[in-house]
């Protein structure tokens, strides 16, 4: 392991970890709690229950969004769920299981011991929300409802509706409201972090900038904590928002803070694929239709004929012909890659060719004639059969189905859909020890925002669950550790040279942007290098693609900084000028992103190196030289040096993984 | 598809602002509204003038941030749909589209189509909580809550305050948003313990941030994208008048002894 | 509690339960009204409408009902004069174009409206009947066969200028109703998905059946009975 990290895992039994570091770790007082100051960058899922619970436990607090309020923040357009180990099922749930499934889910890329508090604390959140008045999914007898999700064998997951990710960022956010309304938080909406501060070693402070007037402002805080998201806007089409951005991080990264494992993406096999250049962005359709839908293509090349004229002898069920045991039931990766393999090789379907079917027909086929059944019909016609399959169809999928005819125009009950994957979550992140502490003291990083729990790879339903783990249950612990060392250090004025050097650095960015005055738009530039990545950086890369790749980003980020045309001024509110500083710092990411791919030569989770397969097609991991993080140190001018992390895998054995 | 908008232009709050009318010859029908703005704007721009300021974050109709006022009606003519859902499939060739901010006293313009919708928040911070502290809940299952109070619970839950029915009400009433939280809260057993004071403060807080009142013509209801029942206000209706009925003069504090 | 119930009428909802609570009232004079008014059908010379409406006047439960109708008629129009002005201020900037029409109906926009022309109507109304009956004491009452309240009635809805007036606000007050009726119960927060349907449908029978036919029917008849010279209200002797 590099001298330049520590992970700072406690000792004892994995078991004994967390509760250990809560009962003997340094606490503040609260006459003390009330002189240090936090700020929060970011009000999503993590942000906000941080903001929220420091702000409880009597820390000045001061939130920043970009957004015009912080319930818009992107936790908010998660559907599916969120896991907690509370085994109200009685199907055999307990804390290890669900830190086993993370740990395997991860591809034995993720920290123990996080992992494991992950899972203990994951109880706590779910009692957390209904306390706040979260309207879960309850079962008749006004208890939780659970579902199965992503392939493990216990029902861990609650849910509120398709709308899980919506209903607990309210709730995070009602807590914050809370918060503000009590003078406890200070929120600054539309306000854009645009630069840390650092004092002797340790973070102080943000620059901040007004979206609306443009004016730039200095905030100390005695510790600083980034939520702010994931970074899959690098490759320009993605279901994150359109602002999700990796500014915060990257300023931090380039102010000390390591980057961890920035090439782990995760990308999702069923979102409605893209329908021409002017798409913005991509819309994923739960991962749910792949339970009852099957995924073919035809097997005839550049088959033009509309999917109904194509006969079944000559539709190729890929999924379910490479994988007779899980068919079209793989995980996440796989299915994206499987679909990636026939697209590149002509099957594919659509106007774009870059789409499969997922076809209902013989789901709506096989529900009509057991709901005939059920309703004693005999012998009813084939109409009848589809009507009644479409019926019980609309009554599981029915929303998500009517999304997919809004956005497409076309009726899915009656033709297959069209899906591909697309870029989706990034499991890398600012690299973080035991303590969500980043490289630099003082400097927290959580939720998405972090290298995170989830290693190689995600698990569904495990998003929420990290945000609101590290937000309402770790940092206010973890960051007492800290801050319990502050105690003494009165805050630091905001005219300290430090804080004038970052305000000078941040004006002199935007000036700089401001005077290209070149000829091209900032979309321009987003889309080309969305477009590089995607191509050689995304679901398959290999060592030729990659190289080039690098070569690529560093010309596209010189004729960037050459051409790049900003209209109006920088004191307004000036969209183009924000998705310009955001597409700035995305170019130089993308870069690292290439060098770490290059750099982790096997494949694992949603990293498929093309070099590292076995002969069947599948993805190899090579435990023997790469189980570790890589956290990459900024060493100026675009230049990164790699740090080791090693993984030690006390409790799980890593195995390699197999869907066949 | 070719097509004429109107767009609202206006420079900053204090602009007085007018309509400024573009063509754009090649829309594809598979376009969201926002991403016929997109080229707009990208063709703005080439030309060297501003382009149009617009919210808009999520583009999957939950975040709540997109809002424009279009041809008359709050994020379009669909029902049930947001302006970012909203396809230019539902428009026709040689259309002329007018696209205005959404028009509040308590929303004042920031630039263009962008307003400043922070009023929510505050009305949320009057009250819009459980005053639960993190760490101090009991198990989730401790209380069982009826599936349908959860379900219609939810249904209120759903508001994603983009404030549609401010913009659609002839009044700007925020009544629907205000009464969504107040009654998915006086629903959940979580929520009863403070109903009294939640909804005399945001109704406090709505009024002093100069909404008008409700005429229960309906409009919200109408125009809201996640289909929010009018059913709220007249249960925000019953709790206010409930509330001031039954709230009690504060004891003196309950501290004790030092 | 004082506090409670001032600060409660100055809200925004306070001052809507002010108008649904003078509006049901004013909704339960009216079938008071209508009550009395059939009485002129009875074809008895108007004696049953006379007697009825003199033992109003000499009841002092009526007397004052009638000051808490006149209270409640101001009250009505002033708070809806007041909610629409706040309201109008509540957009500043109108819209240049608008869609309201799509998503609500005209009548239930322009409450002010209709009602300013019902209201209009019961000015003219109280100046034809109430101001000769009870002020200036120039109709008699049912002790005079030539010149009672029931005859005045008749011989001013002869006038077709004055028919036409009533049947027109009687038309505009059941639109009114049809809004108001079932909008007082939402306001007093009376309403779920489960009883709306019935104020809806409540509403609609109160203001288009009762009100609408039956008050339509005095212009209408005895209308009709000046032009056919029928003597409307002696048919039963």
């Known amino acids: 392991m590099s001298s330049k990290i520590n992970s700072r895992i406690p000792e004892g039994s994995l078991e004994q970890k967390w509760t250990t570091y809560r009962s003997t770790t340094a606490l503040v007082n609260p006459a003390n709690k009330r002189s240090l100051e936090i700020i929060v960058v970011g009000s999503g899922l993590a942000g906000a229950s941080a903001a929220a619970s420091l702000a409880e436990l009597g820390y000045k607090v001061k939130c920043f969004c970009f957004q015009d309020s912080p319930r818009r923040a992107h936790s908010i357009a998660a559907q599916g769920g969120i896991n907690a180990a509370k085994n109200y099922q009685n199907d055999g749930d307990s804390v290890y299981r669900l830190f086993y499934d993370t740990i395997k889910g991860g591809d034995y890329r993720a920290r123990e011991a996080n992992v494991h508090r992950l899972a203990e604390v994951s109880a706590s959140i779910i009692d957390q929300c209904v306390a706040q008045g979260v309207p879960f999914a309850r079962e008749y007898g006004g208890l939780l409802a659970n579902r199965s999700f992503g392939g493990t064998q216990v029902q861990r997951t609650f849910y509120a509706s398709g709308q899980t990710g919506q209903q607990l960022l309210l709730g995070a956010y009602s807590a914050l409201e809370r918060q503000v309304g009590l003078g406890s938080v200070k929120m600054y909406n539309r306000h854009e972090m645009l630069e840390i501060v650092n004092i002797e070693g340790k973070c102080r402070g943000i620059i901040a900038r007004n979206l609306v007037t443009g004016e730039i402002t200095r905030h100390f805080g005695h510790a600083v904590l980034l939520c702010t998201g994931g970074y899959g806007n690098v490759f320009f089409l993605s279901t994150n928002a359109m602002g999700s951005n990796v500014t915060a991080a990257w300023k931090a990264h380039k102010k000390g803070a390591f980057f961890g494992n920035p090439c782990f993406t995760q990308i999702h096999p069923t979102c409605i694929p893209v329908s021409g250049d002017h798409q913005s962005k991509l819309t994923l359709m ?112 029915g929303n998500l189905f009517e999304m997919y005819e809004k956005i497409t125009g076309e009726n899915p009950y009656e033709v297959p859909m069209r899906i591909y994957p697309a870029v989706h979550y990034t499991m890398g992140g600012l690299w973080v020890d035991y303590e969500l502490m980043t490289t630099v003291p003082g400097l927290y990083a959580l939720g998405e925002a972090n290298f995170s729990d989830h290693g190689a790879n995600r698990l569904g339903a495990s998003a929420l669950m990290q945000g609101l783990a590290d937000g309402y249950f770790v940092i206010p612990y973890t960051i007492g550790t800290y801050l319990s060392n502050e105690i003494r250090t009165k805050p630091v004025p905001t005219d300290h040279e430090a804080f004038v050097e970052a305000e000078k650095d941040v004006r002199e960015n935007i000036a700089r942007m401001m005077n290209v005055k070149g000829s091209k738009t900032v979309d321009h530039f987003h889309k080309r290098l969305g477009k590089i990545m995607w191509e050689k950086c995304g679901m398959a890369r290999n060592e030729k693609g990659l190289n080039e790749a690098i070569v690529e980003i560093r010309a596209l980020r010189e004729e960037f900084w050459r051409d790049v045309r900003i209209p109006g001024s920088a004191d307004e509110l000036n969209p183009e000028l924000e998705k310009a500083g955001r597409v700035a710092d995305f170019l130089e990411l993308g870069e690292l992103m290439c060098m770490d791919a290059l750099n982790r030569a096997e494949s694992c989770g949603g990293h498929f190196r093309e070099e590292s397969q076995a002969e069947d097609g599948e993805a190899m991991r090579d435990d023997a030289n790469f189980m570790y993080v890589a956290a990459w140190e900024y060493k100026g001018n675009t230049q990164f040096e790699m740090h080791k992390e090693t993984l030690v895998y006390e409790k799980v054995k890593p195995s390699q993984r197999s869907y066949k | 598809m070719k097509l004429t908008l109107k767009v609202w232009r206006q420079k900053n709050a204090k602009d007085s ?24 704007n990208e063709e703005l721009v080439g030309k060297g003038e501003d382009p149009v300021a617009f919210d808009h974050d999520c583009r999957e109709g939950i975040c709540g941030m997109c809002s424009m006022y279009i041809n008359g009606r709050a994020h379009g003519p669909m029902s049930g749909t947001t302006t970012c859902q909203l396809h230019m499939r539902k428009f026709k060739d040689g259309d002329t589209i007018t696209v205005e901010p ?10 263009d189509l962008v307003v400043d919708r922070s009023a929510f928040d505050r009305i949320i911070a009057a009250g819009g909580y459980v005053s639960v502290n993190t760490g101090s809940a009991k198990d989730a299952n401790n209380i069982p809550v009826p599936k349908h109070d959860a379900d219609a619970a939810f249904a209120a839950a759903a508001c994603i305050g983009c404030g549609a029915c401010v913009a659609a009400c002839k009044n700007a009433s925020a009544m629907l948003f205000a009464s969504a939280k107040i009654s998915q809260l006086a629903l959940l057993p979580q929520g009863k313990v403070e109903r009294t004071d939640r909804v005399l403060n945001m109704v406090k807080q709505m009024d002093a941030e100069g909404f008008g009142s409700c005429t229960n013509t309906g409009s919200c209801e109408a125009e809201c994208p996640k289909n929010i029942s009018l059913e709220n206000i007249a249960t925000m209706n019953r709790e206010y008048l409930l509330a001031t009925v039954s709230k009690q003069p504060d004891f003196g504090g309950t501290g004790g002894a030092g | 509690m004082a506090n409670k119930v001032s600060q409660y009428l100055q809200s925004s909802i306070g001052k809507k339960t002010v108008m649904a609570a003078t509006g049901l009232f004013l909704v339960v004079f009216l079938l008071e009204h209508l009550y009395t008014n059939v009485l002129l059908f009875f074809g008895d010379g108007g004696k049953a409408f006379n007697d009825a409406s003199h033992g109003m006047v000499h009841s002092i439960i009526i007397r004052i009902i009638e000051v808490v109708l006149f209270v409640s008629i101001v009250l009505h129009v002033i708070q809806a004069l007041m909610l629409t002005g ?41 100046y034809n009947f109430f101001v000769p009956y009870r002020v200036t004491g120039t109709v008699n009452g049912p002790e005079d066969p030539a010149n009672n309240l029931a005859i005045a009635v008749a011989e001013a809805l002869g006038d077709p200028m004055y028919a036409a007036l009533y049947l027109v606000s009687v038309l505009f007050l059941a639109f009114h109703l049809n809004h108001g009726f079932q909008s007082a119960f939402q306001t007093a927060g009376l309403n779920n998905r489960r009883y709306a349907p019935l104020w809806k449908m409540a509403g609609s029978f109160l203001a288009f059946i009762v009100f609408g036919l039956g008050f339509a029917s005095f212009p209408v008849l005895f209308y009709l009975s000046k032009v056919m010279e029928w003597d409307l209200l002696n048919w039963a002797k």
């Open chain 2, 17 to 40: 602002g007018k309509f400024a009318t573009y063509q754009l010859n090649e829309v594809s029908p598979d376009m969201s509204f926002l991403e016929m703005f997109d080229v707009l």
């Open chain 1, 286 to 397: 739960s991962e749910s239709l792949r339970n009852d839908g099957r995924i073919w293509v035809p097997k005839k090349q550049g088959d033009t004929r509309k999917a109904s004229e194509i006969p079944e002898d000559e539709r190729d069920y890929y999924l379910e012909r490479r994988y007779p045991a899980f068919g079209n039931l793989v995980p996440r990766d796989v299915a994206s890659r499987a679909a990636k393999e026939r697209c590149d090789a002509g099957y594919g379907v659509g106007a774009s060719k870059m789409a499969v079917y997922l076809d209902y027909t013989a789901a709506i086929e096989r529900y009509g004639k057991t709901k005939a059944t059920q309703l004693n019909e005999n012998n009813p016609g084939e109409a009848r059969i589809r009507e009644l399959g479409k019926q019980v169809v609309a009554e599981k999928y």
């Open chain 3, 86 to 126: 706040q309201n109008n201020k509540a957009r500043p900037v109108k819209y240049a174009v608008s869609g309201v029409s799509k998503t609500s109906s005209w009548f239930s926009r322009n409450m002010l409206l209709t009602g300013s022309i019902i209201f209009f109507f019961i000015v003219v109304h109280l």
């Open chain 2, 102 to 111: 959404w028009r509040a006293g308590a929303f004042p313009v920031l630039k």
